[in-house]
């Protein structure tokens, strides 16, 4: 069964810095582009980032500069290294995929950023 699981989530003061894991149980995202998004309390789910295959990378424009998405294939995993938190970017992380014809989504984790 194929499972996207994220980690690394917690609680940092504004400023401070965190990095999101996803693990995926397989390869079959090794040649798809993955992607970061995150849904804040009472808003709607927002695209964060994306890497390609070929390691390609493109961010929404409230975190260019300040996150970085990354990919390690050869463990199945990828990255989102979030430096320079605000506390708008409080909201659950989920990471996502596309392959065999359908739709993949981790759990999620929570991500707190305090002033």
């Known amino acids: 069964q194929v499972q996207l699981v994220e980690s690394g989530g917690g609680l940092v003061q504004a400023g401070g810095s965190l990095r999101l894991s996803c693990a995926a149980s397989g390869s079959i995202f090794s040649s798809r582009a993955m992607h970061w998004y995150r849904q804040a309390p009472g808003k709607q789910r927002e695209w964060v980032a994306v890497?390609?295959?070929?390691?390609?990378?493109n961010y929404a424009a409230a975190v260019k500069g300040r996150f970085t998405i990354s990919r390690d294939n050869a463990k199945n995993t990828l990255y989102l290294q979030m430096n320079s938190l605000k506390p708008e970017d409080t909201a659950v992380y989920y990471c996502?995929?596309?392959?065999?014809?359908?739709?993949?989504w981790g759990q999620g984790t929570q991500v707190t950023v305090s002033s």
């Open positions: 996502y995929g596309y392959a065999l014809g359908r739709d993949y």
């Open positions: 890497i390609t295959s070929g390691g390609s990378t």
